[in-house]
């Protein structure tokens, strides 16, 4: 598909020389630069979990096994109605 891009004459001279060098067209150039924006985006929309760990032994006595449930009671306990 054909389409204009209006860029700076300067970064379309150094597209050329790159090209040139390069033995290959600005249209490569320009489709890689494509590729390489899109795919960065692509994955930088994914979610990772930071690692965030504590020092100490683990649970409390008596909360092993505990449900989730009543360890966020115990977690939220006096703080607030």
């Known amino acids: 598909m054909k389409t204009t891009v209006d860029?700076?004459?300067s970064?379309?001279?150094?597209?050329k020389k790159l090209a040139a060098n390069h033995r290959t067209t600005v249209k490569a150039l320009i489709e890689?630069?494509?590729?390489?924006v899109i795919g960065?985006?692509?994955r930088s929309g994914v979610f990772r979990l930071r690692k965030?760990?504590?020092k100490g032994e683990g649970l409390q006595p008596?909360?092993?096994?505990?449900?989730?449930e009543n360890l966020r009671e115990r977690?939220?306990?006096g703080r607030g109605g």
């Open 32 to 36: 890689e630069g494509l590729r390489r």
């Open 52 to 54: 965030a760990t504590f």
């Open 11 to 15: 970064l379309l001279d150094e597209a």
């Open 62 to 68: 008596g909360m092993k096994g505990v449900s989730w």
């Open 40 to 42: 960065e985006h692509q």
């Open 7 to 9: 860029i700076p004459q």
């Open 75 to 77: 977690a939220y306990e």
